[in-house]
């Protein structure tokens, strides 16, 4: 039997630099995605990202096949994309507790369509790290809410109905991973050269 790693040229793994561009921006865009950014600057933080991604390709690039380095590219794109709106319910969905809070303050941020934060506390009177987003002001400051907590507050606090729309969501994230990465490597495969 053939062994298949022999066909690999050492060019091949030059994919790999591709597949690290994306990482970063996707390791930046769970950073952002995170409770250490307010949720309204998200907008702001992957469109910086995806800047810093688009220039650091430009010089990665050079040589790579173009018809799958626009697919991987696309795919890279969706998968920081994701990784921006998946990590905060992924790190719920994995470590999150149900916690009945109260509401402490209430913020409203301009935009295109209202939203409303929400800081907790539980009645224990400990913080719940992050802020509640809703679309509408539905609490009043002193009302009890149930909410989903990560116990170190990494992840925004979410209402347990929001969350059920995110299920398994950090497995998603993988697979997406996964497939950017062999589609990296197609992109960076060495040419054939032409028969003279």
Request: charged fraction near 15%.
């Amino acid at each position: 039997m053939r062994n298949p790693f022999r066909a690999l040229h050492p060019r091949q793994f030059r994919g790999l630099r591709l597949f690290l561009v994306i990482t970063v921006a996707a390791l930046a865009a769970g950073l952002a995605g995170s409770a250490l950014l307010p949720a309204e600057h998200r907008g702001l933080a992957v469109g910086l990202i995806l800047a810093a991604g688009v220039a650091a390709g430009w010089f990665v690039l050079s040589g790579f096949r173009p018809v799958w380095t626009a697919v991987a590219a696309v795919m890279g794109f969706l998968f920081v994309v994701i990784v921006l709106r998946e990590t905060g319910p992924s790190l719920l969905q994995l470590r999150g507790g149900q916690v009945e809070a109260q509401v402490m303050s209430v913020r409203e941020s301009s935009g295109s369509a209202d939203r409303y934060h929400y800081a907790m506390a539980a009645h224990s009177g400990r913080a719940v790290g992050g802020e509640l987003t809703v679309d509408e002001n539905a609490y009043r400051i002193g009302e009890s809410v149930t909410v989903v907590e990560d116990p170190d507050g990494l992840a925004h606090p979410m209402l347990p109905s929001r969350l059920t729309e995110h299920r398994q969501s950090w497995l998603a994230v993988t697979v997406l991973y996964l497939a950017t990465a062999v589609l990296c490597l197609l992109a960076g495969r060495p040419r054939r050269a032409k028969a003279g």
